[in-house]
């Protein structure tokens, strides 16, 4: 057995003018860990994703200027979820996309 954790976008549950083709393909990410799920599952292996809004990482920082990044989810936050996915303590859980927005 084992854990995946596939990573995909906000944008997944909610898209935005101007973003079609990114919309698209993270949405695609969510029904490929669906399908993994499946497939996994006589295997014991759990398939999940999650769903981060922007990520306050330095890049963005510097990408986005003067947009308020107090309100972005941090690398430790999605850390923390990922850990949970593959913990035991998750073991119920497979195909699921997981959103991590932080405060957006």
Do not use: H
């Not at 990410?29 to 994703?49: D, F, H, M, P």
């Not at 510097?62 to 947009?67: A, F, L, T």
């Amino acid at each position: 057995g084992g854990s995946i954790v596939n990573i995909g976008a906000a944008a997944t549950v909610r898209a935005a003018a101007g973003m079609g083709a990114y919309t698209a393909s993270k949405s695609g990410v969510a029904r490929l860990t669906e399908a993994l799920a499946e497939e996994g599952k006589s295997k014991c292996i759990r398939v999940n994703a999650i769903l981060p809004s922007i990520i306050d990482t330095p890049a963005n920082r510097q990408d986005m200027g003067e947009r308020d990044s107090a309100k972005w989810v941090t690398t430790e936050e999605i850390g923390e979820v990922i850990a949970f996915l593959v913990s035991d303590a998750a073991s119920g859980v497979t195909g699921a996309s997981i959103p991590v927005t932080g405060r957006v």
